[in-house]
């Protein structure tokens, strides 16, 4: 699912030969998007329990790292895999966090914290869209449209762990089947838009939320003992696994530089 979207001109004059601050989106990202939402969840678990950081040692901590690969990433005049995987990563534990906080010392139900955070993401959005009138990711080149791209990608991680929680354990649909629903779900969104020619900003989203609670559930059922349905991996052995294929990923796009966005002067 390609991301593009028109705007008025004087949004989208920009220097020729400038790079975007994000990847193209290839099989690649949304690869290691999905493998990166596992890690979220299996490392969140894995760093609050084995660690002994508990809930609120392993957000302070993870927090710190995400704000630290975050001040790289803006840093960055272009794209760099390497930073921009990493920041994913970090910000796909805290979000994950985000949501265990609200659930285990606000208790508050995953139906409120699902809400909330569809509420946040969906006023990012409309903040977004009408500063910049645009949500493509072809137009983040400047630092303004890349905190909004930041915080909307935050609260696609907190819904989608508030979301995946929801299904396979409060309505008891298990990991397994959780994960075959929120797959079927991304299909019928790369559907709509081969087929009824959805806006492809629109479809990208949609399917960038939508596969969070799928590496989330995807990640539990591997970790998770047998039972509670899962396989029993353990989250340390599922953490090593998914952040082994994240990184052979990011080096062999680093090397070949096929996701790679150059942007154009936009037309006058």
Excluded at 159 to 177: I, Q, R, S, V
């Amino acid at each position: 699912m390609a991301s593009s979207a028109s705007a008025p001109p004087e949004l989208t004059t920009r220097p020729p030969g400038l790079w975007s601050k994000v990847p193209e989106v290839t099989a690649f990202f949304w690869i290691i998007k999905v493998l990166a939402t596992t890690v979220g969840e299996t490392a969140a678990d894995y760093l609050n329990k084995a660690w002994n950081l508990g809930l609120n040692g392993t957000t302070l901590i993870m927090s710190a790292f995400l704000i630290a690969a975050l001040i790289l990433q803006f840093r960055a005049k272009r794209y760099v895999p390497g930073v921009y995987w990493v920041s994913i990563v970090f910000i796909s534990v805290v979000g994950t966090l985000v949501t265990d906080n609200m659930t285990d010392n606000l208790h508050l139900s995953l139906w409120s914290s699902s809400a909330i955070f569809a509420v946040a993401l969906a006023a990012t959005f409309t903040v977004w869209y009408r500063r910049e009138g645009t949500l493509s990711i072809h137009s983040i080149f400047t630092p303004r449209r890349e905190a909004y791209y930041w915080l909307t990608i935050l609260f696609t991680f907190a819904l989608g762990t508030a979301a995946g929680d929801l299904m396979a354990e409060k309505l008891n649909l298990g990991y397994l089947l959780s994960a075959f629903i929120f797959a079927g779900m991304i299909g019928l969104v790369a559907l709509s838009q081969k087929v009824l020619r959805q806006s492809p900003v629109l479809t990208f989203w949609m399917a960038y939320v939508l596969t969070r609670p799928l590496g989330a559930a995807f990640g539990d059922y591997l970790s998770q003992d047998k039972d509670f349905g899962g396989l029993g991996l353990g989250t340390t052995t599922t953490s090593l696994i998914f952040l082994a294929a994240i990184l052979a990923l990011t080096v062999y796009l680093t090397v070949s530089k096929k996701d790679q966005i150059r942007l154009e002067p936009a037309a006058s």
